[in-house]
Each structure stands twice: as C-alpha cells, then as structure tokens.
C-alpha cells in the first residue's frame, strides 16, 4: 500500500517528526516516510547507531540478540500502526520482529532486520468502572505493550491494587502477558491470561482493533490468552485488578546437604497440605554462591518460602490467615540451615527480591514442563540430573553460574480462578499444575547443544513422572523447551490457533521464533507448530 499519494506529497517535504539516528532511512522510501509520519518523540535507528546498540544489549539471554538494521522505538498506537505498514515496504521489513521486555527464549523477539521496540510505551494505570468494547470492568490494571513488571510494581504499589505480574521484575509484560503470566499471586487469582478483559491490538494489516471475551475479535483475544505474540502486537493489556497484598514475606533458606533428603520429604508435604491461596514456595537447586550472595560457588539447595498478606478478605476461604512461621514451621521442620534470612517488603518491591538470581550476560534458557502431584522420588531424580548438568558443565570447562532447575508450587484450582475448560484459552490448563523450570547458564556457544540435551533428559523424567498418573497436562508456553512440539504445549487447541494465525496475520509476517503451521507459513519455510496426529496419552515425550 505504500507510497501512496499522500505519503509522497510527505516524502517531498521531507518533514522528519521522530528522532533519526543514522543513514538507513535515506535510500528506503518506507523509513523515509514513517519518520515525517512517527510521533515527536518517537525514534528510528540504525544498525551500530546508540539507540540500536542499547536495544541489542537488552536481551537476557545473550544468543537472542539479532543485530537488527532498523529499530523503530513508537511511543502511541498510531506509531505503531504506522510502523508496522512501514516494513510491509522496507527493504528490511522481510525479517520483522517486535520486543517487550527482551525475556523470551524463543529468538522471536529479535530480527536481523526491521525490529520494532516497544520499551517506550511503558505506562500503567490503574482504571475504575471502564467500558472496553463490550465488557465492562470495575477495576482494571491497563499496562502498555512495552511495559516490564517493575515498571507496573512502580505505578501500582500502595495504591491498594495490583495485577498478576511475573515474579522477576525486568520480565517484559508482552510476552508475559500473551504467554500464560504466572505471578506470585497466579495461586490466588488465576493467570494474567485468565485476568485478562480486553487488549488493544495493532494487526499485521495496521489495523488498530479492541478485542474481548465476546466482541467480534473474540477469536484474537483467545489467540492471545496463550498462543504467544504470533497474531499481531498488543498496544495496552486491561487486566482486572487484584487487591494489593498488605504484606509480602520472603524466607530465603539455603540448605545444608546433609538435610537435602529431609528438605524434599517436607517440600512434597508443603505441597500435599498448604491451604492458604497466600502461600507458597520454590524448591531450587543450582549452582550459586555457598551463601547465595558470598562465597565460593558451588551446588547449593536454596528453599524459599512466600506468604502474602491477604487482610481484605477478598476471596479467601480462610477466615484468618496463618502467620508466617506458622505457615512454614513444618517445611523447616528437622532442617539443618546454612543460612536463612526473612524479608518483609511492600508488595510493589516484591520483584526486586528475585532479580539477582537471574542475571544477565550468560546465554540462558528458562524452559520446563509442569507436573500436577509431586513425590520425592521425582524431586530426587530431578535434583540428581541438575546436578549431574552442573558437574558436566564444569567439566566441559563452562560456567553454569545461576545454572538453577526450580520446582514452583500452585494452589489447587488457582483458588477457583482456572478456566472451565482447555479449550477455554489457547493454553490448556484446566488442570492445577506446578511449573518445572530448567534455567541453564553458560558462555560457550559450543555448549548451545549440550544444554538442550541436558533440558531433555531433565523433561523426560518430568514427563514420564506426569505420564505415570494418566493424565496430560500441558507444558507452560512461556518456558517452551527448544524441542516441545505443538501438542505438548497446546494440545487440541494448535489446529484453532493455525487458522486464527492464517486470518490475523494471512502474509505470515510475524515469523521468528516458534511460528503456527499456516499455510502461508508453511509455504515461506517459517512455519514450525504443527498438530500432532493420532496423539494419546500414552505419548508422552
Ligand atoms: C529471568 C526470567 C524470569 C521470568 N519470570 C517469569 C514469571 O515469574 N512468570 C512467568 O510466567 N514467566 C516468567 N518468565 C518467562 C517470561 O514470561 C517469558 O520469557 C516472556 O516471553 C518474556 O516476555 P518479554 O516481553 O520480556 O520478552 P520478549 O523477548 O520481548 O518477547 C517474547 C515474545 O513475546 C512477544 N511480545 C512481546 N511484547 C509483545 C506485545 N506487546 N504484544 C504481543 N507480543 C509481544 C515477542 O514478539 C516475542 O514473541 C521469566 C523469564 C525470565 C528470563
Ligand atoms: C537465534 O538466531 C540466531 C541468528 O539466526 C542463531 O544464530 C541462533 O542460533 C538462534 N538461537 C536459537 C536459540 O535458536
Ligand atoms: C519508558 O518510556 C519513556 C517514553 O515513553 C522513555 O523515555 C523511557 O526511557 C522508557 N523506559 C524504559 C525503561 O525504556
Ligand atoms: C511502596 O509503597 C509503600 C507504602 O505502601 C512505601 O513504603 C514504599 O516506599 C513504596 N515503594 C516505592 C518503590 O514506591
Ligand atoms: C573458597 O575456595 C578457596 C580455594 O578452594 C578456599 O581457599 C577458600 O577458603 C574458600 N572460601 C570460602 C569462603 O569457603
Ligand atoms: C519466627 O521464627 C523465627 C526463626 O525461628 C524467629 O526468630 C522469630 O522470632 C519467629 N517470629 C515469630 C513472630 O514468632
Ligand atoms: C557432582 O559433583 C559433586 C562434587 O564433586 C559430587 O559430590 C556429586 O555427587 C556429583 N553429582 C553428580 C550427580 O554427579
């Protein structure tokens, strides 16, 4: 659709708005003319340009960073509607992608050509009795695509709402948000995706549109409840807001060896008897400073223990709930520490408390499955390959340093905030199930491999585990591991989201990472979600 009349009439004048860094645009009539079109304010860079170079250097894992030839950093929806009509006609559009928060573990977010960046649309409120389209919400939490959590933690705190955000604050709410979004108050009130209402999204077509549960973009918006960023680019998230927890306490408890087999014994039985929404905890072993923040670094089991403070009453079946120590007397129970601290901070800081265990600078992946009933042989056998993968590591003469595979409890039924059903949202999860996560480290690309192997063999024993008790449960989408097929983490909903893939985004354009099997898609080699034929239970690897 470019150039059109108008567009030359602009391109004559030369009436540059947004901030240009570098000489890309001047033989690429496309960026020419989306810069007299962007918002003042709004910038366009070019490769090895500062606004470029900050953008690839962003990313926490270090092989996901593409050195794109354009960045184009919007600042409205408009900017956005524009830049995405841009690359239909740039020389660099062939290779699009978008990025939030730089999180992702599938290289979608990074291109080697057109990157739009979305980290300048980054505002949260907090909304009361709106109107969005057909649905109407009392209260809601409204982020920009570009947001990170810290930055919603920041508008939010002690305004005496919340949404349900990713426990590490530099996670991006883009890929979060259309991935699954587990919080530390998912427990309680559901998913992000489930807490969703309406999002506001610019189509491949530029195309700005609202959709909802039950407008005419209902489609769009199940698409988006878990099928990932692959249908077109969300401008602002209305997720319906949770009362803000009046207290957030951390115990943080590093392990003595000798009580390693005590800790797993207690952590199935925190597992098998907690009551309270409020409450949960991470068993982890990884490769950490003895202490976790001095020390030499070594294998080191860290327990940790969260209760949020509930005193709103509002949809716990508590009447009242137990205290800390209370909570966690028997997790601890018979434990020999090395060391243990307790932290009790305002709820809009809660994040801050997991960011120095996932650093930057490694290459990284953050994958796993989940599992609905854990028994300590399963926590033994999971811990033993973990520590199998750091000693490997280190053998291979890398560094695994923050190398951690965690097991995240989830309150049954998400405290009756889970969907009805798995066709209900793209992501089946119907199911109450806790979150596996394998998160390697490493510096060596020669080791990009060894780590995936290493992610198999911890999945097989997760999956033959779940396999045990008959029942599939989904892996989560935001830790898609490298060689989870569609069925594994989509289940029967994969051949619904091909189509809605096909009739949102027909050209196939967004096509990095992990892309729906369109017939589009397929035919342009992109394509690589396919449904599973003659699928059963019984297969389960
Ligand atoms: C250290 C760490 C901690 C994490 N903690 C949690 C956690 O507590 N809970 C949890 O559930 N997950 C967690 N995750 C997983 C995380 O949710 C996913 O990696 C997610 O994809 C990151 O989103 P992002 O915007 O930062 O990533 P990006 O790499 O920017 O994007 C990931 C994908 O989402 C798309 N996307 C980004 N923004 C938008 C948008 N506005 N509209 C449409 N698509 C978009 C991108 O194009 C890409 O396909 C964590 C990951 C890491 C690395
Ligand atoms: C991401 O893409 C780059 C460039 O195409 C490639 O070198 C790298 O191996 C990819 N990483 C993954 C994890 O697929
Ligand atoms: C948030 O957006 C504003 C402008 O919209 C920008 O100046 C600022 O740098 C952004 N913050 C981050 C962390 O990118
Ligand atoms: C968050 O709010 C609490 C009070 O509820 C306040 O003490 C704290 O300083 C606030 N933190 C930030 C980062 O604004
Ligand atoms: C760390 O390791 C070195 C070398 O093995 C040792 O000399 C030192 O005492 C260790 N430090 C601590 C705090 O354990
Ligand atoms: C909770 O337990 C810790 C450690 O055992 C103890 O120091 C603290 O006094 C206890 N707090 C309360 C309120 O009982
Ligand atoms: C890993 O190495 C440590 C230290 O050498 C050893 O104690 C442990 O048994 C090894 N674990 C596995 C699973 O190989």
Redesign the pocket.
């Known amino acids: 659709m470019y150039p059109s009349f108008g567009s030359v009439l602009l391109l004559t004048a030369h009436v540059a708005h947004a901030f240009v860094q570098g000489d890309c645009i001047k033989h690429d009539a496309a960026l020419t003319i989306l810069a007299s079109q962007l918002s003042p304010g709004a910038a366009i860079s070019c490769q090895y340009f500062p606004l470029q170079e900050h953008t690839a250097g962003r990313y926490w894992g270090e092989?996901?960073s593409?050195n794109s030839a354009v960045v184009v950093f919007p600042i409205t929806k408009i900017d956005v509607s524009h830049a995405v009509r841009a690359a239909a006609s740039s020389r660099f559009g062939w290779d699009l992608a978008f990025v939030g928060g730089g999180h992702g573990q599938t290289?979608a977010s990074s291109s080697s050509g057109f990157l739009i960046d979305l980290s300048w649309m980054n505002s949260t409120k907090v909304l009361h009795n709106i109107k969005l389209g057909d649905t109407k919400v009392s209260i809601a939490v409204a982020y920009q695509g570009g947001a990170l959590w810290k930055h919603v933690a920041d508008n939010t705190n002690g305004t005496g709402f919340t949404a349900v955000g990713a426990r590490v604050g530099e996670v991006g709410v883009g890929g979060f948000s259309t991935g699954g979004g587990i919080g530390f108050l998912a427990g309680a009130y559901g998913y992000a995706i489930d807490r969703l209402r309406a999002v506001e999204v610019v189509l491949m077509s530029g195309e700005i549109v609202l959709a909802t549960k039950t407008n005419r973009y209902s489609d769009l918006f199940w698409a988006i409840q878990g099928g990932g960023g692959q249908f077109g680019i969300v401008t602002t998230f209305y997720q319906e807001a949770v009362p803000e927890p009046t207290s957030s306490e951390f115990g943080i408890w590093v392990v003595a060896k000798d009580s390693w087999d005590r800790a797993r014994q207690n952590t199935v039985e925190f597992f098998e008897t907690n009551d309270d929404p409020f409450s949960l905890m991470y068993y982890s072993l990884g490769y950490y400073p003895e202490y976790v923040t001095t020390g030499n670094l070594t294998t080191v089991m860290v327990i940790v223990g969260l209760r949020f403070g509930n005193s709103h009453g509002m949809s716990s079946k508590m009447s009242k709930q137990r205290s800390f120590n209370s909570t966690f007397s028997n997790l601890l129970d018979g434990l020999v520490l090395k060391q243990a601290s307790k932290y009790n901070v305002p709820y809009g800081q809660a994040t801050e408390l997991s960011t120095p265990f996932f650093p930057y600078g490694f290459r990284r992946g953050f994958w796993g499955p989940q599992i609905s009933m854990v028994t300590k042989p399963y926590i033994t056998a999971a811990s033993n390959r973990m520590e199998a993968y750091i000693n490997q590591s280190l053998d291979r003469g890398d560094v695994p340093h923050s190398a951690v595979w965690v097991l995240q409890y989830m309150y049954p039924g998400q405290n009756g905030h889970g969907p009805v059903s798995d066709s209900a949202t793209a992501w089946p999860h119907a199911q109450t199930a806790h979150q596996t996560l394998f998160s390697p480290a490493w510096k060596s690309a020669s080791n990009?491999g060894f780590v995936v192997q290493q992610n198999d063999a911890l999945n097989k024993i997760t999956h033959d585990h779940q396999a045990s008790f008959g029942t599939f449960v989904a892996d989560y989408p935001n830790y898609i591991s490298?060689k989870a097929d569609g069925y594994r983490v989509w289940g029967h909903n994969v051949k619904r989201l091909i189509k809605i893939k096909a009739k949102y985004d027909p050209e196939c354009r967004i096509h990095q990472g992990r892309v729906f099997a369109s017939d589009t898609c397929i035919a342009h080699g992109w394509a690589n979600i396919y449904p599973r034929k003659g699928y059963s239970v019984a297969d389960h690897d």
Do not use: G, H, L
């Open positions: 092989q996901y593409k290289n990009d490298p």
